[in-house]
C-alpha cells in the first residue's frame, strides 16, 4: 500500500471539483478555506471548482484538472470541492496511472467515493474518506473536524463514538445542534478486530459493482493475510435496495476475507416493504460481525477514514474505539 505524504505547514492543497462546483454556496466554502488557511495551508484550486454546476463542468473537463493536480508539483494534497451526483461519468477519462505516478492523497466524501474508491483498491495507493474541501465552514470547530486536520497533517488519533449527533441533515438545518444519542448497535455484544480498511459512500459504490472500476475482490484477495474491514456510509438508500445492494456486493466477492463491516447511521431512511435495516443486515452479512449505527457517514459528527490502511477496532457497551495505522 502507498501512504503519500501528509501535510506540513505551508503545504499547498490543490482542490478541483470532480463532482459538483461549489457556486451555489460560495461564502460557505470560503469560510471553509479560511480555516484551511489558519492552519498554514496554501490553496490552489482548479478552474471549474466554483461553477454553480451539479457537475462542475464537463466530465472530460473535470477528470483532466482532478489529474493536473497531481502532475503539478506545487500541489502536495488533493481535496474534492463537494459531494453531488455524477462524478461516475467522469471515470473513463481519469488517468489513475498518472495518479499513482505522483501519489498525494485524495480526499472527499459521498459522491468522491467514485473515485476514491478504484483508486485505492485498483492502485494500491491509500485515500481518506471524510471531508470535501467545502466541509471546514462550521466554527467554532467541532471535535471531528479537529480529528480530521489531525489526521491530514499524520497525527493519527484515535476516534471513539461520540455522545450525541445531528438527527437533522447538517446541509439542512439552521444551526448546529447535537440533539440525538448515540448509540452504536451490533450483531455481537463486543469486538476487537484488526484489518485493512475499504469502504465509502454506498449509495455510490453499488454502481461500480461490475464495472473495470471495480477493485474489490481483486483488493480483498491481495490483503487477505490482514482481512477486511469494511465500511459504508448510506446516504438515502431504502431498506430493500441497501439489502440488494449487499447481496449483489456478497455474490461478487466483495466481503471475500472480511473480519467485520461496520456500517454508518442513514442519512434519509425509507422502507417499500416494512423491512428495516437492520433486518437487511442480519439476512445479508448474518454471517459476519456488523457494527452499525456509527459515526460514520452523512450525519455529523462522523469519524475520517483510511482506505487501504490497517484498522483497529474496538467495540464494548454500544461504543467503539477506531484507530488506523499506517503497514
Not at 60 to 68: F, G, I, T
Not at 130 to 145: H, I, T, W
Request: aromatic letters at 12%; hydrophobic letters at 40%; a neutral charge.
Amino acid at each position: 500500500m502507498i501512504y503519500p505524504s501528509f501535510l506540513k505547514k505551508n503545504d499547498t492543497i490543490g482542490i478541483s471539483a470532480p463532482s459538483a462546483g461549489v457556486g451555489r454556496k460560495l461564502e460557505d466554502f470560503d469560510r471553509s478555506l479560511q480555516t484551511l488557511r489558519r492552519k498554514g495551508y496554501r490553496i490552489k484550486e482548479t478552474e471549474s471548482v466554483r461553477l454553480n454546476d451539479m457537475r462542475g463542468g464537463t466530465a472530460e473537463v473535470r477528470a483532466e484538472e482532478l489529474v493536473s493536480l497531481f502532475r503539478d508539483d506545487e500541489v502536495d494534497f488533493v481535496m474534492a470541492a463537494a459531494g453531488g451526483d455524477f462524478l461516475f461519468e467522469i471515470l473513463p477519462h481519469v488517468d489513475f496511472r498518472a495518479m499513482k505516478k505522483h501519489p498525494k492523497w485524495l480526499m472527499g466524501a459521498s459522491d468522491p467515493t467514485g473515485i476514491l474508491f478504484p483508486y485505492t483498491t485498483k492502485y494500491d495507493v491509500a485515500t481518506i474518506y471524510g471531508c470535501n474541501a467545502g466541509s471546514y465552514d462550521v466554527l467554532p470547530l467541532p471535535k471531528y473536524l479537529k480529528d480530521n486536520l489531525k489526521i491530514i497533517s499524520g497525527d493519527l488519533p484515535v476516534q471513539t463514538s461520540y455522545r450525541r449527533y445531528m438527527k437533522t441533515p447538517g446541509f439542512l438545518a439552521e444551526k448546529i445542534e447535537y440533539d440525538t444519542p448515540v448509540k452504536w448497535l451490533g450483531t455481537v455484544d463486543s469486538l476487537h478486530v484488526q484489518g485493512r480498511c475499504i469502504g465509502g459512500c454506498i449509495d455510490v459504490l453499488k454502481d461500480l459493482i461490475g464495472t473495470k472500476y471495480d477493485g474489490a475482490k481483486e483488493f480483498c484477495r491481495r490483503y487477505q493475510d490482514d482481512g477486511i474491514i469494511w465500511y459504508f456510509d448510506n446516504f438515502s438508500l431504502g431498506a430493500e435496495v441497501f439489502y440488494r445492494t449487499l447481496l449483489q456486493m456478497k455474490y461478487a466477492g466483495w466481503f471475500d476475507h472480511a473480519k467485520a463491516v461496520l456500517i454508518g447511521r442513514v442519512l434519509f431512511e425509507s422502507s417499500d416493504t416494512g423491512m428495516t435495516y437492520e433486518e437487511a443486515i442480519q439476512r445479508a452479512l448474518g454471517d459476519l460481525p456488523v457494527l452499525y449505527q456509527a459515526d460514520i457517514g452523512h450525519t455529523i459528527p462522523s469519524m475520517t477514514m483510511i482506505n487501504g490502511a490497517i484498522l483497529d477496532v474496538e467495540y464494548k457497551n454500544h461504543k467503539s474505539a477506531l484507530t488506523f495505522s499506517l503497514k
